[in-house]
């Protein structure tokens, strides 16, 4: 499995980047940032986009899709782009009957919880991804030698809403079905993965540079519940990329007890929350694998000059990893102010690597 001979990372648009340095463990020409999250809430020129279309209907058309992914790249100056679409996104092109319901969140109209249910769900072609292929290639055209992230949700994320139905603060249902009914379980977990996987390499091959995995539930879990039910469907996923020449990221939040199950589903760089520093996280890694994150989003609205002593702190303590690019640890949350960002990355783009 290759890239195409004209992918950014092929011909030779990204490949020496400050992002794709960091990620591959080099010394980038300065320190990388990108926010997740970047791409939404927060901008005025984002709510001005999106007004009158509802969320996964601005997923799916392509050249919304590549605006809003290219707005925060013009406003802050970041060092990527991140794909603007939805988790559930693939669950939609499958034809599962999913929608998101503001101040709700992902709601499927029917959940998904017996293996008769499973037996029942559509496959994820193909064909249904060329939506995501052409607002990638859209929004790499604009992009130039600013690499684009591509994301799915992780296998677990995605069963987890399909189990409950909708959000859940415990997700004691895919929790109890994991135990109670492992084999529905498992085909459920193979379904999401394969989906994900879909997800990640129509992206990739449409010209995202790097992909990340992002498990938003796995803190749910313990460690023995993640290595034996959880880990394998993610590295199932994450097969569809390997091989593509392309750095993939893992994050989580509230998995600072399961980095290293985390990052040996086979994965370059890890994504740690802002619940662990860094140098701490490096040190339960080993020492061998990159870092992304981990600014606090609370700390946004603080004080300039708490934030700036945070973000130097982050920048300190990622310094002991044998790469780093600085991130939140989570999202932005949607009452952030744009200033603060643009701040940060001046910030962060003026300290030597």
Request: hydrophobic share 40%; aromatic share 6%; charged share 20%.
């Amino acid at each position: 499995m290759t890239l195409p001979s004209d992918h950014p990372l092929m011909d030779g648009r990204t490949s020496g980047s400050p992002l794709i340095t960091a990620y591959r463990s080099g010394t980038p020409s300065r320190r990388p940032v990108w926010f997740m999250r970047q791409a939404g809430r927060s901008l005025p020129e984002y709510r001005a986009a999106r007004e009158g279309t509802a969320m996964l209907e601005a997923c799916l058309t392509p050249e919304l899709a590549a605006e809003i992914t290219l707005q925060p790249v013009r406003r802050h100056g970041v060092d990527a782009g991140i794909f603007f679409s939805d988790i559930v996104i693939p669950l939609k092109l499958a034809g599962i009957d999913v929608d998101i319901k503001p101040g709700v969140g992902p709601v499927l109209g029917a959940p998904i919880r017996t293996a008769a249910d499973v037996a029942a769900l559509p496959e994820l072609t193909d064909e249904a991804l060329e939506p995501i292929r052409k607002a990638v290639r859209l929004t790499v055209d604009e992009l130039g030698s600013t690499p684009l992230i591509g994301f799915a949700g992780a296998p677990y994320t995605l069963a987890a809403y399909m189990v409950e139905g909708k959000p859940s603060r415990d997700h004691l249902g895919p929790r109890t079905m994991m135990h109670a009914d492992p084999d529905a379980w498992k085909a459920l977990a193979a379904w999401t993965a394969e989906a994900s996987g879909k997800f990640l390499r129509a992206q990739l091959e449409a010209g995202a540079s790097a992909a990340q995995l992002f498990d938003s539930w796995a803190g749910s879990l313990g460690l023995a519940d993640y290595q034996n039910h959880v880990a394998p469907a993610s590295a199932a996923a994450l097969d569809h990329v390997r091989g593509l020449g392309a750095p993939l990221i893992h994050f989580g939040t509230g998995t600072s007890e399961l980095l290293g199950a985390m990052r040996d589903v086979g994965v370059d760089v890890l994504g740690v929350d802002y619940r662990l520093p860094l140098d701490e996280a490096n040190r339960r890694l080993g020492g061998t694998t990159p870092l992304q994150g981990n600014i606090d989003p609370a700390l946004l609205s603080a004080p300039w000059e708490v934030l700036e002593a945070h973000v130097r702190d982050v920048l300190d303590a990622g310094s002991s990893a044998p790469g780093h690019v600085v991130n939140l640890g989570h999202g932005v949350p949607p009452e952030t102010d744009p200033t603060v960002l643009t701040r940060i990355v001046e910030l962060v783009h003026s300290v030597t690597p």
